[in-house]
């Protein structure tokens, strides 16, 4: 599996997504990152690998503790994919439309079918 | 499974990834989506069925070609929960440090460890 497939399989979980909301408020050991979670030891700790395997957190190397830290910046290659759709949602319906209008040289067809729909964006 | 991990699991896979890329660049048919990879078309459909399930492909009524069509916005809850990691990787290490060390009374052992460590993020 590529990195950015692995990152975003990893945090398609609400359980990994409430542990990294847990690391961002510092390090922790397994045994207190598990409290909140009605889950076994051995079930957090395969959330964790899961995290670890896509670079979302890292492990400690202290014998006893081996404390679980988030690294936010594995999430920018996330950020980077989405940065190519941000500009459809931010600028709206309008922008969209202007976007593809064009190619509607090319298929006039197809831009008079665009016009009689509507975004969800553009709902006010 | 709830809405944002169906979103996740989506966009965990580099083809489904590519339809977006196509698709942002105005409607097509399946057919014409299907030629530039070396998939057959009903592989290429269940990829779409799983896009349209997370809400981030829509098609359309048009009885012969049923355009697809890819719906932005949807990815606005993806970027809103990167949000609250984003300040980290922005602010580099010094804010992630300097949040954790408001719990620092609480375990001064911990933060002493943060200080022998360095992201990524502060590699120049």
Redesign the interface.
């Known amino acids: 599996?590529?990195p950015?497939?692995?990152k975003?399989?990893a945090?398609?979980?609400?359980t990994r997504?409430a542990i990294?909301?847990r690391l961002?408020?510092?390090?922790t050991s397994v045994t207190e990152l598990a409290e909140p979670f009605a889950m076994s030891l051995p079930a957090v700790s395969r959330h964790l690998k899961v995290l670890e395997h896509a670079g979302l957190v890292t492990r400690?190397r202290?014998a006893q503790w081996r404390?679980c830290?988030?690294?936010?910046?594995a999430?920018?290659e996330?950020?980077g994919?989405?940065e190519?759709?941000?500009r459809?949602?931010e600028a709206g319906f309008e922008r969209?439309e202007a976007f593809?209008a064009k190619?509607a040289d090319a298929?006039p067809s197809?831009r008079r079918?665009?016009r009689k729909?509507k975004?969800?964006?553009s709902r006010k």
């Open positions: 599996m590529d950015l497939s692995t975003f399989a945090l398609a979980d609400p997504r990294l909301a961002v408020k510092g390090e400690g202290a404390p830290r988030i690294e936010p910046s999430l920018r996330v950020d994919w989405l190519t759709y941000r459809f949602w969209l593809l190619d298929a197809r079918k665009l729909r975004l969800p964006s």
